[in-house]
């Protein structure tokens, strides 16, 4: 509609289906007898405390899998037939987006770490994350576990915080810069391009300690708006002050369409899938996640 021209997208979980009306109904329920409400009592509804919502909603929503993968966020769009016809990425794969409108999609290297944390509190054996994998994929638990071997006297979480990134994020993500891409190809300058943050910061205030030595959801942030101190401590040292300016940079270019931006950062295309892996010495690579996304996109 002419609001905008350029999109830069982080950390979306383009992998999570939102629900319709519908089949909101069920969900609704639950969140309303936790509240002691009937969902039609609106006044109950509007009266119940903020610590009793945060519960119910808590208590409603269930661990996200790929299995059920409509249940993780609490609070989410609607496919309403009006604002919103059909889900986002299968809009973005039917060319259904703003033509010529220059898009940045990224996302962090372990997107599902912290998240995953939360119901697995313990560390996972090897034999109890096969017996996951089989539980959760049944027939193709094989086809999984030979992407996402087990590792045999480590914590397992990891593996499925793998499994959980590829699903929801990074491997969505790619779908929707591959179908921009695929919808504007006549555009000279390219509107497509893609990142992954890897950089595991040195300091983890922004998850209370549970992504040291990984790059959890919401790991960029401090370095793209420079906040790192709002959290209560520094950057560690100098080459994490400098890391943030020159992602500062990249992210003000882009904004404001400087013309050496295509030198930094290469524009995805089918022919060239360029992702830019940011990290102290950020390098591309044409060929990320490819295994395992081509897995999922068939799943």
């Known amino acids: 509609f002419g609001l905008f021209s350029q999109v830069i997208m982080e950390s979306n979980p383009f992998g999570m289906t939102y629900r319709t009306p519908l089949s909101n109904l069920n969900w609704a329920d639950l969140f309303a007898a936790e509240l002691h409400c009937d969902i039609e009592d609106n006044a109950c509804l509007l009266n119940a405390s903020v610590s009793s919502v945060l519960k119910a909603q808590s208590d409603t929503v269930w661990v996200p899998w790929p299995v059920t ?53 313990n560390p996972l054996s090897s034999l109890e994350y096969q017996a996951s994998m089989d539980l959760i994929f049944k027939d193709n638990a094989t086809q999984v576990l030979d992407l996402y071997p087990p590792i045999p006297d480590g914590d397992n979480r990891e593996m499925i915080s793998q499994i959980s990134t590829d699903f929801y994020f990074a491997c969505p993500s790619l779908r929707a810069v591959k179908a921009i891409s695929t919808n504007n190809q006549d555009d000279d300058d390219g509107v497509a391009r893609s990142y992954v943050f890897v950089y595991s910061p040195l300091g983890d205030a922004f998850n209370s300690g549970k992504c040291m030595n990984k790059t959890c959801h919401g790991a960029e942030i401090v370095f793209v708006f420079h906040s790192q101190g709002f959290l209560g401590s520094p950057f560690a040292n100098v080459d994490e002050v400098n890391l943030s300016w020159d992602m500062m940079n990249m992210w003000a270019d882009f904004a404001h369409q400087k013309p050496n931006f295509n030198e ?36």
Request: aromatic share 12%; proline share 8%; hydrophobic share 35%.
């Open 264 to 299: 930094t950062w290469p524009v995805y295309t089918t022919e060239d899938p360029s992702v830019l892996l940011i990290e102290m010495n950020t390098t591309s690579s044409v060929s990320y996640r490819e295994r395992q996304c081509q897995f999922w996109a068939e799943y």
């Open 69 to 121: 993968k409509t249940t993780y966020l609490p609070w989410q769009p609607v496919i309403d037939g009006k604002y919103l016809t059909d889900q986002p990425l299968n809009l973005i794969e039917a060319g259904k987006t703003a033509p010529g409108v220059r898009v940045i999609i990224g996302t962090n290297r372990n997107e599902s770490y912290s998240m995953v944390l939360g119901p697995f509190h």
